[in-house]
């Protein structure tokens, strides 16, 4: 009898576990003993057993669903150069998961001013989703917030943290946007945010939709690399990638080098952030085994906030769902906090980042140049 009751138990938790999983289950078994056992299990399940293929799988998917004009993201614009996308300008969209907010420029942030206004330090930041987040409620808003608390002096009157991440974008296009759409507003320093998504090789999904849509490449270097992967227009994108693959060390190194030299042309600083996902860890550091050697020789400030998940208990309670891997409001929180802790103690990080001990008349409006960068940090 006793056995036979473990058994219709287990039968029962498994299939209440079957239709968690393939459906959301009815209001009348969510609010019993067995529904509300079946829900801790899975998340249990689904937390412990998420995978550094699982990140991937989302990766790949979440860049194919903002590609589906008009149908699964309305807020891109879709280019026929380089960048591929970018955002509408004055977005107000407020969708079942998905909410989008844009200024006249396209930008994920209130309105500025292409000219930087007199006396302000300005902060262009670049990445992808991950620097997005909840509307004035990211870790871009919270560390401009912050710094207009804390860290005006005679000479920088103003602080502005521009937002000019866009979601889906890899290490080619976070590049293309500093050359073509940060230059323009002067920034005193470039803020790469480095993410999983930007040390993966899936760059080459830029590339291959470039080559379907019979978009120039624009550069000698892609070029050759796409000649020398013998890619052609007509393979699947899963084949481009599958040759493209080898070439991700080069081509990560190469766009990092053109944002360097591109920052040093402007006179401007480039400060290099290692931004993680909320999952455990043992899945974030392998992203970045390959493209740290890259990154410390390339002689620029950066500042690792891996760490910034590494004590929590519940990394659902950070994300945006269960199994979307994009950091919520607290999430975000938690990055500005291990963000600003760290420059705010290193002298080196706060004169690069915060443009503490400036000379007087560098914050005026005009860009300034800078006899040599700051020691890097070691991620």
Same mark, same amino acid.
């Given at each position: 009898?006793?056995?036979?009751?473990?058994?219709?138990?287990?039968?029962?938790?498994?299939? +209440?576990?079957?239709?968690?999983?393939?459906?959301?289950?009815?209001?009348?078994?969510?609010?019993?003993?067995?529904?509300?056992?079946?829900?801790?299990?899975?998340?249990?399940?689904?937390?412990?057993?998420?995978?550094?293929?699982?990140?991937?799988?989302?990766?790949?998917?979440?860049?194919?669903?903002?590609?589906?004009?008009?149908?699964?993201?309305?807020?891109?614009?879709?280019?026929?150069?380089?960048?591929?996308? !970018?955002?509408?300008?004055?977005?107000?969209?407020?969708?079942?998961?998905?909410?989008?907010?844009?200024?006249?420029?396209?930008?994920?942030?209130?309105?500025?001013?292409?000219?930087?206004?007199?006396?302000?330090?300005?902060?262009?930041?670049?990445?992808?989703?991950?620097?997005?987040?909840?509307?004035?409620?990211?870790?871009?808003?919270?560390?401009?917030?912050?710094?207009?608390?804390?860290?005006?002096?005679?000479?920088?009157?103003?602080?502005?943290? +521009?937002?000019?991440?866009?979601?889906?974008?890899?290490?080619?296009?976070?590049?293309?946007?500093?050359?073509?759409?940060?230059?323009?507003?002067?920034?005193?320093?470039?803020?790469?945010?480095?993410?999983?998504?930007?040390?993966?090789?899936?760059?080459?999904?830029?590339?291959?939709?470039? +080559?379907?849509?019979?978009? !120039?490449?624009?550069?000698?270097?892609?070029?050759?690399?796409?000649? !020398?992967?013998?890619?052609?227009?007509?393979?699947?994108?899963?084949?481009?990638?599958?040759?493209?693959?080898?070439?991700?060390?080069?081509?990560? !190194?190469?766009?990092?080098?053109?944002?360097?030299?591109?920052?040093?042309?402007?006179?401007?600083?480039?400060?290099?952030?290692?931004?993680?996902?909320?999952?455990?860890?043992?899945?974030?550091?392998?992203?970045?085994?390959?493209?740290?050697?890259?990154?410390?020789?390339?002689?620029?400030?950066?500042?690792?906030?891996?760490?910034?998940?590494?004590?929590?208990?519940?990394?659902?309670?950070?994300?945006?769902?269960?199994?979307?891997?994009?950091?919520?409001?607290?999430?975000?929180?938690?990055?500005?906090?291990?963000?600003?802790?760290?420059?705010?103690?290193?002298?080196?990080?706060?004169?690069?980042?915060?443009?503490?001990?400036?000379?007087?008349?560098?914050?005026?409006?005009?860009?300034?140049?800078?006899?040599?960068?700051?020691?890097?940090?070691?991620?």
């Amino acid at each position: 009898m006793k056995n036979s009751f473990e058994r219709s138990a287990i039968a029962s938790v498994a299939i +209440l576990l079957g239709l968690l999983i393939v459906i959301k289950l009815p209001a009348s078994i969510q609010n019993t003993r067995m529904g509300r056992l079946a829900d801790r299990v899975l998340s249990k399940i689904r937390v412990t057993n998420f995978k550094a293929e699982d990140l991937e799988t989302l990766d790949a998917g979440y860049y194919e669903g903002l590609r589906k004009e008009g149908s699964v993201d309305p807020s891109l614009r879709f280019r026929d150069d380089f960048l591929e996308y !970018d955002y509408k300008p004055n977005l107000h969209l407020s969708v079942a998961g998905l909410g989008r907010t844009t200024n006249s420029l396209g930008m994920y942030d209130r309105e500025y001013t292409v000219e930087k206004p007199p006396h302000t330090w300005r902060i262009a930041l670049l990445g992808d989703s991950m620097a997005l987040g909840p509307f004035g409620h990211n870790y871009e808003s919270l560390l401009e917030n912050r710094l207009n608390e804390a860290q005006l002096n005679p000479d920088i009157q103003k602080f502005e943290v +521009l937002n000019f991440a866009v979601g889906g974008y890899r290490i080619t296009q976070i590049m293309e946007t500093m050359i073509e759409k940060a230059a323009p507003f002067h920034p005193d320093v470039y803020m790469v945010a480095i993410t999983g998504v930007g040390v993966s090789h899936r760059w080459s999904f830029h590339i291959g939709h470039l +080559l379907q849509r019979k978009i !120039d490449l624009k550069y000698d270097f892609l070029r050759k690399v796409v000649a !020398d992967a013998h890619v052609r227009p007509s393979d699947s994108l899963e084949t481009m990638d599958r040759k493209l693959a080898p070439f991700t060390p080069a081509v990560f !190194d190469w766009c990092l080098e053109q944002m360097k030299e591109e920052a040093s042309k402007q006179g401007a600083r480039m400060v290099i952030l290692l931004i993680p996902e909320p999952v455990s860890s043992d899945l974030i550091y392998p992203q970045f085994s390959s493209a740290r050697p890259i990154i410390e020789k390339l002689g620029v400030p950066v500042i690792d906030l891996l760490d910034t998940y590494a004590a929590s208990k519940n990394f659902i309670e950070l994300r945006v769902s269960r199994d979307d891997v994009h950091a919520n409001a607290r999430g975000h929180e938690m990055v500005f906090e291990n963000l600003y802790r760290k420059v705010e103690q290193d002298p080196k990080l706060s004169d690069v980042v915060f443009g503490t001990g400036q000379s007087k008349g560098a914050h005026s409006g005009a860009t300034h140049s800078l006899a040599s960068p700051a020691a890097p940090t070691s991620p």
